[in-house]
Structures are given as structure tokens and as C-alpha cells.
């Protein structure tokens, strides 16, 4: 069976007022696949990863051209349900963020705000998302207890147990691992491979060793442009164009 297109941006053109972010970007991609985004910092990575879930819609200045697919549905039609959009494609960024909150609170926050009301149900789900963020045998005995006094590796877990909550068909990481330490970084790679059984899952990364560990294919960007996109052992390997031999040889960026 070949494998199914989940996201495609056909196209893509992004604006900050009169600075032009993304020029023409054509991407795809498919079900249950890892996509790393890699380039120079100010390519565009971050801009173009928060187009597939409109996350720049809150940066009043910004303009977006082109189209964005999820399944068969143009995610900026106007008759889109943000909302419901963010359920299908869920993020998790930089920084781990929870909200001063318990542990079970924080998991289950997803579904409060989408009105979940079914006590039993809730309970279900906070526990399953979090044995999927493979975070479950850490905290299971203290779920009542604040997030933040969790180590930041246990924090980010804690934001993909999150965003895994709602039920996501789509997951973008915008670098999860670059506040972390080396354990704590493995742990989420770990969890990256797992998680691919079940999501799409875009990731942002600076590290060319973690975008060649847990990516079947890799983006690279370079000045607002995709210079090319290819299965990442072939991307690494035997890049097709100068600018991302030289980016993933260490020449520049
Ligand atoms: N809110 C904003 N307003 C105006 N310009 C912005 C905004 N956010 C990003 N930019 C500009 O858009 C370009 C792309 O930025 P972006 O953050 O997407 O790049 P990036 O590749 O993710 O960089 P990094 O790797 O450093 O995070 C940069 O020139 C940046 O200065």
C-alpha cells in the first residue's frame, strides 16, 4: 500500500508586513512519516512549521499565500474551525511550557477547554497520554502535585502528553529538545520513534545528528526557500545542491 499524504503546502508564500518569509514553498507529507525541517537560523523553519496550524493567524501583520491541505480539507478556508484545526494538528515548542498547574490538570487541559466534561473519560485519556509521552511511571503516583516541579525533561513530556490528549493526527515540534540535556534529549527521540506509529510528526531541529536520527525525510531551508526535500539518508548522504552540502557539511549556519 503506498503511503498516504497527510499535509501538503502548495505554493506557500508568508509575509511579515512587507518582508517576504517564505518564497513558494512545495512540501509534502506523509502518514505516520518524521519530517525534519533543518536550516540557517532565519530560513524560515519555525514561520513555515506554524503555517500548518495557523499559528501566525495571532501575528496581525503577517499574510499567507498559497494553499495548505490536511486530508482534503484547505486548512485557511475562511469556513475553517481554527479551533478544531489545532486539535488535528497539535504543537509543541521550543521551551517546555506547562501551566501552573498539577500534572493531571495540565494533561487533561486539551479536553476541558474542547468541553469534556465525562470524569471517567478524562481519567482514561490523561493516563493513556501519558504512558504514550512515556512519562506514566514517573508521575503516576503524584498526579495531583504542581508540573513545575518537574525536571525539564519530564516538563516537555509533560507538553506532549498534552498536545497527545486531544488526539492529534498531526504533531509539529518546533526544536523539543534544545533545552534539554543529552538523557532527556534521547528520551524524546526515543519517544519520537514510538510516537510515528501513530502521528505525522514535523519537527524543527538545529542538530543535523538528531534531524539524521529520527527523520525518514529532511526539508532544508535556506533564506525563506525549500532547497530541497528527499529521504534523509539521501539528503545527508548525497545532497543534490551545493547550499545543502555546504549547510550540512558545517560550512555555514
Ligand atoms: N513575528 C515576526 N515579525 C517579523 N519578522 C519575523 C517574525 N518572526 C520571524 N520573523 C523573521 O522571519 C524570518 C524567518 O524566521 P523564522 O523564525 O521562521 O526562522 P527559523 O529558520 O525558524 O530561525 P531559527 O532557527 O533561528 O529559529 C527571519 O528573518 C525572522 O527575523
Redesign the pocket.
Known amino acids: 500500500m503506498s503511503p498516504k499524504l497527510k499535509m501538503t503546502s502548495t505554493d506557500l508564500n508568508f509575509y ?2 512587507d ?1 517576504q ?1 517564505l518564497h513558494n514553498v512545495n512540501l509534502q507529507f506523509q502518514e505516520c512519516q518524521v519530517t525534519a525541517l533543518i ?10 512549521l506554524r503555517c500548518l496550524n495557523r499559528m501566525n493567524d495571532l ?1 496581525p ?1 503577517s499574510r499567507v499565500e498559497g494553499k495548505i491541505m490536511l486530508d482534503d480539507e484547505d486548512i485557511y478556508d475562511p469556513s475553517l474551525d481554527v479551533v478544531m484545526l489545532r486539535r488535528r494538528v497539535g504543537m509543541v515548542f521550543q521551551k517546555p511550557n506547562p501551566f501552573p498547574k498539577s500534572i493531571f490538570e495540565n494533561t487533561a487541559y486539551g479536553l476541558r477547554v474542547n468541553g469534556v466534561k465525562d470524569k471517567a473519560f478524562i481519567q482514561h485519556r490523561v493516563e493513556e497520554s501519558l504512558k504514550r509521552a512515556a512519562l506514566w511511571e514517573e508521575v503516576k503516583d503524584r498526579l495531583d502535585d504542581t508540573a513545575l516541579g518537574l525536571s525539564g525533561g519530564q516538563q516537555q513530556r509533560l507538553c506532549i502528553a498534552r498536545a497527545l490528549a486531544v488526539e492529534p493526527e498531526v504533531l509539529l515540534m518546533d ?1 523539543p529538545a534544545s533545552a534539554l540535556d543529552p538523557i532527556a534529549t534521547q528520551k524524546i527521540e526515543d519517544l519520537i520513534h514510538e510516537l510515528k506509529e501513530l502521528y505525522t510528526i514535523i519537527i ?1 531541529t ?1 542538530s543535523m545528528q538528531q534531524a539524521a536520527r529520527v527523520s525518514d525525510m529532511t526539508a532544508f ?1 535556506y533564506m ?1 526557500k525549500l532547497i530541497e526535500v528527499g529521504e534523509t539518508d539521501t539528503v545527508f548522504t548525497r545532497p543534490r545542491f551545493k547550499q545543502t552540502e555546504d549547510y550540512i557539511t558545517g560550512r555555514f549556519g
Open positions: 511579515y508586513g518582508f518569509a536550516g540557517p537560523s532565519g530560513c524560515g523553519k519555525s514561520t513555515y501575528i501583520i526544536e524543527v538545529h531551508f525563506g
